[in-house]
């Protein structure tokens, strides 16, 4: 997927470990840029009273919310109740880069 040259203007790599990018937040929802080498990953973790929606810009991530995991490529969209711990990875062979919107549940 070839990406406008803006949006890949903000996708950055670092051997030294993930790098993240706050690209918009709002009273209801953020949107962050994740981007991982191959082998890298986030540090589990939760975001209590939010959903999550990745989509994946480039490459291939594994999102292991609660005991499964999923495997998305390029193109795909997934979902995640934020309150379950995640840890999103980069287990393929390239670079891999996604957004990650957060949005406040409903009432909350």
Do not use: W
């Amino acid at each position: 997927m070839d990406l406008p040259k803006s949006a890949a203007a903000l996708i950055e790599f670092r051997n030294e470990g993930p790098v993240t990018k706050k690209l918009l937040e709002t009273e209801r929802s953020t949107v962050t840029l994740v981007c991982l080498k191959p082998g890298q990953a986030l540090t589990p973790f939760t975001h209590r009273r939010r959903e999550a929606i990745v989509y994946v810009l480039q490459g291939e991530v594994r999102v292991t919310p609660g005991k499964g995991g999923r495997e998305l490529s390029a193109g795909d969209l997934g979902f995640y109740d934020g309150s379950v711990l995640a840890g999103p990875g980069n287990y393929g062979s390239v670079d891999a880069a996604f957004l990650v919107t957060l949005v406040r549940k409903k009432g909350d």
